[in-house]
């Protein structure tokens, strides 16, 4: 499971962590746990088939396969269009937080706790 981990989760969670700290903006919660949830089926069907094809004796790197291997990579193909769809809806919820005016509220006591939390104190 480390290939997700480099295209998804630690850029999908940074980002919806500090997207309301850059921007002052909220996201739509529930887009972004259907992006999460998308994301990650395509990014799983996209790239675990690959481990099939390489225990078939699959090559690396060549710009044609024989036939044999066209059922995996269809299958992968399949996860790509998947998780392009996840990308498309990442952009919409952007789009839609960009385009909304209801700013995040901050009250004293958050500003507080997110120092303390900086700093590793607990507040």
């Known amino acids: ?3 997700q ?5 630690v ?3 940074g980002f919806y962590q500090w997207f309301e700290k850059f921007t002052g903006l909220p996201h739509n ?3 972004g746990k259907v992006h ?6 395509g990014v799983n069907i996209t790239f675990f088939p690959m481990h099939f094809l390489g225990l ?7 710009p044609d396969y024989p036939d044999a291997y066209a059922e995996w990579n269809l299958i992968a193909s399949f ?5 392009a769809f996840g990308l498309l809806l990442f952009f919409y919820n952007i789009y839609i937080s960009l385009l909304g005016d209801k700013p ?17 104190v607990n507040a």
């Open 11 to 13: 850029f999908a969670l």
């Open 5 to 9: 981990w480099e295209l998804f989760l």
């Open 79 to 83: 996860g790509s269009y998947i998780t």
């Open 56 to 62: 078939a004796g699959m090559p690396r790197r060549i």
């Open 104 to 120: 995040v509220v901050k009250t004293a006591v958050m500003v507080k706790k997110i120092k303390a939390q900086d700093l590793g």
């Open 29 to 31: 919660e529930f887009l």
């Open 36 to 41: 999460f949830w998308i994301t990650f089926t």
């Open 1 to 3: 499971m480390f290939y």
